[in-house]
């Protein structure tokens, strides 16, 4: 019997866009490396009216997920240790109080579980423990050697960012080739849904600094704010922001819908380089190539005009040659 595979964010991003183009469900589970079965249960399991969309599939399986996670509280304590941890009560105090006073016993450890869950989904919970450091079992050792200093949350954003409103806000991330042998840079702006792509042979801090400097220069459009994820590569942020002269933030761990728009064209270019391509056969000819189509094809949420309209009032004829 196959075991069900726990799908990422970006794995539902590119369900949806091979679907759109009219794969197969054995198509799509070769191309994101899964057991058919896997996505037959995905696609049934989390599409609503409107079909499968992935923003709505990641959430619905979250929630499927929170769920279950939650099976061994029942709702009247869980409301009971959610007013506690408000008045930084510890877990264990909660724990050994709920016990003192006969109501259903939770360990200390379930309590910690539910706010670490609270927290890769978002919530705030977190926020009331009096220690802040990442928990971890109790054997084996924390490595705090690869955490970025001087981070900026998501949270501190300016709410603007998240009406699109404007142009000039910018989502970034990497792709990686296969067995991690080169990368290709993303950069989405989220009003227009414009992306560039910048293939770069290592996927170090100094590489991905100059991809991102470089490309946002020559885009000719501002340059307010930029969001990444976590990973290592980004770094240099604080030299992008000052050189850039613009914001840089950090999305949450483990939350890349925070970053939608990005997240959605990676599963566009996944496409045209699927997950286990060898990216040292590709060029920046190649990735030229996939731009012109991406930023000239009509989308649904810009009325259906094209990035390239939204961004410089190209119209998809002449951008295309036509």
Request: net charge positive; hydrophobic share 30%.
């Amino acid at each position: 019997m196959q075991n069900y595979t726990q799908l990422t964010s970006e794995q539902r991003y590119q369900i949806y866009a091979l679907l759109k183009a009219g794969k197969t469900k054995s198509e799509i589970a070769d191309i994101i490396e899964v057991h058919k079965s896997t996505v037959g249960r995905e696609i049934s399991r989390n599409s609503g009216r409107r079909g499968y969309r992935p923003r709505q599939a990641h959430r619905l399986a979250l929630q499927r997920r929170e769920e279950k996670v939650r099976l061994g509280i029942n709702e009247h304590t869980w409301k009971r240790v959610k007013q506690l941890l408000e008045e930084y009560w510890s877990p264990e105090q909660i724990s050994l109080w709920l016990s003192f006073v006969g109501e259903q016993p939770v360990s200390h450890e379930s309590i910690y579980q539910h706010i670490y869950w609270d927290k890769y989904c978002g919530g705030e919970l977190h926020k009331y423990l009096r220690c802040q450091k990442k928990r971890t079992k109790r054997y084996g050792v924390y490595n705090r050697r690869g955490k970025i200093q001087n981070q900026i949350s998501i949270d501190l954003r300016p709410a603007i960012v998240e009406k699109r409103s404007r142009i000039g806000d910018w989502e970034l991330d990497t792709i990686v080739g296969k067995n991690h042998q080169q990368a290709i840079v993303s950069m989405t702006e989220r009003k227009t849904r414009l992306t560039y792509l910048f293939k770069v042979k290592n996927k170090d801090a100094a590489s991905v600094e100059f991809a991102i400097v470089t490309t946002l220069r020559k885009s000719r459009l501002p340059i307010i704010t930029m969001t990444a994820d976590n990973g290592r590569e980004f770094t240099n942020h604080e030299r992008i922001a000052r050189i850039l002269k613009a914001k840089f933030y950090f999305a949450h761990p483990y939350c890349s819908w925070e970053r939608g728009a990005n997240e959605n064209a990676n599963g566009l270019v996944r496409q045209y380089f699927p997950k286990g391509s060898d990216f040292t056969t590709i060029t920046q000819t190649d990735l030229e190539r996939v731009m012109r189509r991406l930023n000239n094809r009509p989308r649904k949420c810009l009325d259906m005009q094209t990035p390239n309209q939204v961004a410089y009032g190209l119209d998809p004829t002449v951008a295309l040659g036509i």
